[in-house]
C-alpha cells in the first residue's frame, strides 16, 4: 500500500478536484471515499460525521453495505468510530473486532475487516467526523499511512464545513450551551479567585486554505513566517525588562530555540511538499505532535511538547498574517483555551486578567509556574471546558476549591464577590508577614525555604522572605531543552539561582532527577515496567559519570568564590553516595588545576527519598553535612503506591502513624548528630502535616514559594511544646490516621490555616 501512497500530492490536487467540483456535496463525498479507498489499496472507506448530540452518523463508504449509509449512527462515543471521535487521535488496529469498543453493526458488514484506522476530521480542535478505512487482512497501518490518512482527513474537513452536509450549528450543537448555568470541576494549578468575562485565546483560526496551488510559494511563506517568528522572540529577549520583567528570558529563549529547530521546520516542508499549504502543513504537523503527545505519560516531556505547540500556534498565526492586536483586553477576563502556553499569558494585560481556564496543563507547565508567580489563579483539566464555555460568558473561577462556575446565578456572583475581597486581605497580609520571624509561640525557630526550578522561580525569594532555596531542582532545565544543556548554559543558571539568594540565603542544589518519568530527549529511552523504581537519577549520573561530572563542573564554576550547597538524589545505599562524593573531588581537583576558583565552601547533603536509607541513618549522617527529605519518592515507596496514578491519590494518609513512626526515626537520627533536615517534598506545604512533622523535631522546611506565606503563619501560630504532648498522646489512637485528632487539636487551639 505504502508506494501507492508515495505520490500525496497528486492524491490531494484529485481530492481537491472531486471537492470543489460543482456536484452536490452527498456525490462529493462518495467520490471522495471511493478515490481515497483506490488510493489506500483499502477495501474500505468510510466517512463519519457528528450530528447533534454527539450522534456520529455514517455518510458515505465505499467497500461497506450502501444501505449502511444515512443508517448506521452511533450514539455518545460508541464504537471505534466514537472513541476516535472522542479522543479526538488516531486509532490505528491490526484486530478491530477484537477491541473491548468495537460495536457490531450488521447493516454494515464490516466484521470481515481485521485491520482499522480511524483519523478525526477536525474543525477549530474538535472532531467533526471520522474518516476510517479498513483492510481484510490484519496489518497495522505504517506511521507514513497514518500521516497520509490524517492528511486526507483535514482536505475533507473543508468539504464538512460546507452547510449542505451537516448544518454548522448542529456540528456544534451541545446540550450544554444552553444558557443555564453549570459549575465545571478542575485542579488548581495557581491558587485564587478570579471573576470576568470568557475570552478565548485567539488560537490559530481553522485552516482556510488545505490544497497549495503554488508549491514553491508556500515554501517561501513558511520560510518568511518561520523568519518572523524569530524575530518576535529576539524582540522580547532584546529588552531586558519586558513588560513581564526580564525573569521571563529562559522561557522565551526557550521557545526561540524552538522557533529555530530545523527538524520541525523540516517536518513542515514535507508536509507543504506533500501539497498542503503551508498554514496546513503546520497545523496537519501540530496534530500529529499531539498524537504522539497523547502517547506520553511523562507530564514533563508532555510540557516540552506542549511548548511547541504554543510555538506553532503563534506561526499559525503568522502564516494566516493575524496575529496583531488580538491579545487586547478591555475588561476583566478569564482566558479559556484546550491549553495555553507560557508565552500567550505574557501577552495579555495583567490588570484585567484575571484567570485561566484550561482543559489540559499542568501543575509544572512553564505558564502554570508563570502564572504561580505573577498571582494568576490557573485552573487546569476543567473536561469540556471547550464545549460548554461561550465567548463573552461570565465565568467564576474558584482556584482554591478547584471549580468553576459559568453563568453564575447572582447570589454566586455576590458571593464570589465577597470572597475574593476576603481573598485580596489574606494576600495582602501574607505579604505584609513576610519579614516576621518563622518562630512558634514558645519560641522554637523554624526554617523556612522554598523549591524552586526555573530562573522565574527566583523573584519569588524576596516576594515571599523565603530563607534560601533548600531544593533547587536543576532537571527542569534539561527536561524543556531538546540537547544536553552546555556546562556554560547550565553555570549560568545556576550563577543566577546564587546572584537572587545572595550571600545570606543559601541555594541546595540537587543534581539530575532524570529518566523514570522524568523522560530528556537526549537520553536513549528505555521502556521500563516501572520507572519510579527504574533507571532515575542518581542511577544515571553513576552509570554515565560525565553527565554527572559536567553539572557538578557547572555548579562549581557558577560558586566561585562563594559557598554552594550541592545534594544527591534517590540514594539508596551509602556506598552510592561515597561514589558521587568521589566524582565530586575529582572535579574540585580538576577546577583547581585548571586555575579556577573554588567555592568558598561546599556543602554535600543527600535525599532521604528511598526506604532504604533509613536503616542507614548511623553511617549516612556521617558522610553529609545536611540532609533533606524527599517525602513524594519517599512515600510512594513507603506505601507502594504510585505517586502519579490519580486513581490513587488520597488512598494513603501521610498521617498514619505507621508513616509518622517512620518519619520519626530519621528525625531523630538526624537531630542526634546535629545533622540539619529539611522537609523538601510536598508534604511540608500542608498544614496538618507541618503540624505533625513539628512534634516530631523536623523544624526545616523547603516548600512551593505559594505556600511559605501559609506555613509561617501556621507554625506563628503554634505552642510547641504543648503540641508535642498532645501528638505524643494521639499517635497511637487511631492506626489509621491522626489527620481528625490533629485537625481537632488546630481548632480547640485557634489555629487557622
Ligand atoms: C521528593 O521526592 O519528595 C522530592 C522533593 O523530589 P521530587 O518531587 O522532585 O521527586
Ligand atoms: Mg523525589
Redesign the pocket.
Known amino acids: 500500500m505504502s508506494q501507492t501512497i508515495s505520490q500525496p500530492r497528486l492524491l490531494l490536487r484529485r481530492l481537491h478536484g472531486v471537492m470543489g467540483s460543482a456536484a452536490p456535496a452527498q456525490d462529493r463525498l462518495d467520490r471522495v471515499v471511493r478515490v481515497v479507498a483506490q488510493n489506500m489499496v483499502a477495501e474500505v472507506c468510510s466517512i463519519y460525521l457528528t450530528r447533534a448530540g454527539g450522534v456520529m452518523e455514517l455518510f458515505a463508504t465505499e467497500g461497506l453495505r450502501p444501505e449502511a449509509v444515512h443508517t448506521t449512527k452511533m450514539t455518545g462515543g460508541e464504537g471505534l468510530v466514537g472513541l476516535v471521535a472522542e479522543r479526538n487521535l488516531p486509532l490505528n488496529l491490526s484486530e478491530a473486532p477484537s477491541h473491548p469498543r468495537f460495536s457490531f453493526r450488521p447493516e454494515t458488514g464490516e466484521e470481515m475487516y481485521h485491520s482499522f484506522l480511524g483519523v478525526p476530521i477536525v474543525k477549530g480542535n474538535r472532531a467533526v467526523g471520522v474518516l476510517v478505512v479498513q483492510n481484510v487482512a490484519p496489518r497495522r497501518y505504517t506511521p507514513e499511512e497514518v500521516e497520509v490518512l490524517q492528511t486526507i482527513a483535514m482536505v475533507i474537513s473543508e468539504l464538512v464545513a460546507s452547510e449542505e452536509l451537516v448544518n454548522p450549528d448542529e456540528l456544534f450543537e451541545d446540550a450544554t450551551t444552553t444558557g443555564q448555568p453549570i459549575t465545571l470541576d478542575g485542579q488548581s494549578f495557581s491558587r485564587g479567585l478570579g471573576l470576568g468575562k470568557a475570552r478565548f485565546l485567539s488560537p490559530a483560526a481553522a485552516v482556510r486554505v488545505t490544497v497549495a496551488q503554488d508549491v514553491d510559494a508556500e515554501l517561501e511563506n513558511l520560510d518568511a513566517s518561520l523568519a518572523k517568528l524569530r524575530l518576535q522572540f529576539d524582540s522580547l529577549l532584546s529588552e531586558p525588562e519586558t513588560k513581564v520583567g526580564g525573569e521571563y528570558r529562559d522561557v522565551i529563549e526557550t521557545f526561540r530555540m524552538f522557533a529555530v529547530d530545523r527538524g520541525w521546520r523540516d517536518r513542515i516542508r514535507e508536509a507543504i511538499q506533500s501539497g498542503l499549504t503551508a498554514e496546513a502543513a503546520a497545523v496537519r504537523i501540530q496534530q500529529s505532535n499531539r498524537a504522539r503527545m497523547s502517547q506520553i505519560r511523562d507530564p514533563y516531556l508532555r510540557e516540552r511538547m506542549h511548548d511547541f505547540e504554543d510555538v506553532t500556534n503563534r506561526l499559525i498565526r503568522i502564516l494566516q498574517h493575524h496575529e496583531d492586536g488580538a491579545n487586547i483586553l478591555e475588561e476583566d477576563t478569564i482566558l479559556v483555551a484546550r491549553n495555553l502556553g507560557a508565552a500567550d499569558l505574557m501577552e495579555f494585560d495583567r490588570k484585567y486578567l484575571k484567570a485561566v481556564l484550561i482543559e489540559e496543563g499542568t501543575r509544572t507547565a512553564h505558564m502554570t509556574i508563570i502564572a504561580r508567580a505573577l498571582g494568576i489563579p490557573v485552573l487546569g483539566r476543567v473536561s469540556g471546558v471547550m464545549e460548554h464555555v461561550q465567548e463573552g460568558e461570565d465565568i467564576v473561577v474558584d482556584a482554591l476549591e478547584g471549580r468553576a462556575y459559568l453563568r453564575p446565578a447572582d447570589d454566586i456572583l455576590e458571593t464570589f464577590r465577597a470572597n475574593l475581597a476576603v481573598r485580596e486581605e489574606e494576600l495582602a497580609a501574607f505579604a505584609s508577614e513576610r519579614d516576621l520571624p518563622t518562630e512558634t509561640r514558645d519560641g522554637k525557630q523554624v526554617t523556612l525555604l522554598m523549591?524552586a526550578g526555573l530562573l522565574v522561580d527566583l523573584p519569588s525569594l524576596d516576594h515571599t522572605g523565603a530563607g534560601g532555596i533548600g531544593?533547587f531542582?536543576t532537571?527542569f532545565q534539561f527536561l524543556v531543552a531538546p540537547t544536553l544543556p552546555k556546562v556554560k548554559e547550565q553555570e549560568k543558571i545556576y550563577a543566577a539561582a546564587l546572584d537572587a539568594a545572595g550571600p545570606d540565603r543559601p541555594v541546595i542544589f540537587?543534581t539530575l532527577?532524570i529518566g523514570g518519568d522524568k523522560q530528556v530527549p537526549f537520553l536513549p529511552r528505555q521502556k521500563e515496567e516501572n520507572p519510579a523504581m527504574g533507571w532515575r537519577a542518581i542511577r544515571i549520573g553513576l552509570d554515565r559519570p560525565a553527565l554527572l561530572r559536567f553539572q557538578l563542573r557547572a555548579l562549581l564554576y557558577a560558586a566561585a568564590g562563594r559557598e554552594v550547597s550541592i545534594m544527591f538524589?534517590m540514594i539508596a545505599e551509602v556506598a552510592e553516595l561515597r561514589r558521587c562524593k568521589s566524582i565530586l573531588q575529582k572535579e574540585l581537583k580538576r577546577l583547581k588545576t585548571h586555575g579556577h576558583k573554588p567555592p568558598s565552601q561546599i556543602n554535600i547533603g543527600c535525599?532521604i527519598?528511598v526506604p532504604s536509607l533509613v536503616f542507614q541513618m548511623d553511617s549516612l549522617v556521617k558522610e553529609v553535612d545536611f540532609l533533606?527529605?524527599?517525602?513524594?519518592?519517599?512515600?510512594?515507596f513507603f506505601f507502594a503506591c504510585d505517586?502519579g496514578n490519580p486513581a490513587l491519590s488520597g488512598r494513603y494518609d501521610l498521617l498514619a502513624p505507621s508513616a509518622l513512626r517512620f518519619l520519626k526515626q530519621i528525625a531523630d537520627k538526624a537531630n542526634a548528630a546535629k545533622v540539619p533536615l529539611t522537609v523538601?517534598?510536598?508534604?511540608g506545604g500542608q498544614p496538618l502535616e507541618v503540624l505533625a512533622l513539628m512534634s516530631m523535631g523536623f523544624t526545616r522546611f523547603s516548600v512551593s514559594p505559594t505556600a511559605v506565606g501559609p506555613v509561617r503563619r501556621l507554625v506563628r501560630q503554634v505552642d510547641l511544646a504543648n503540641l508535642k504532648q498532645f501528638f505524643d498522646r494521639v499517635i497511637d489512637n487511631d492506626p489509621h490516621s491522626i489527620r481528625d485528632s490533629l485537625q481537632n487539636y488546630a481548632r480547640d487551639h485557634r489555629i487557622r490555616f
Do not use: A, I, V, Y
Not at 533533606?628 to 510512594?636: A, E, I, R, V, Y
Not at 523538601?680 to 508534604?683: D, L, S, T
Open positions: 523549591n531544593l531542582r532537571e540537587r532527577d538524589p535525599m527519598e533533606s527529605l524527599g517525602t513524594n519518592d519517599l512515600m510512594q505517586r523538601c517534598g510536598e508534604m
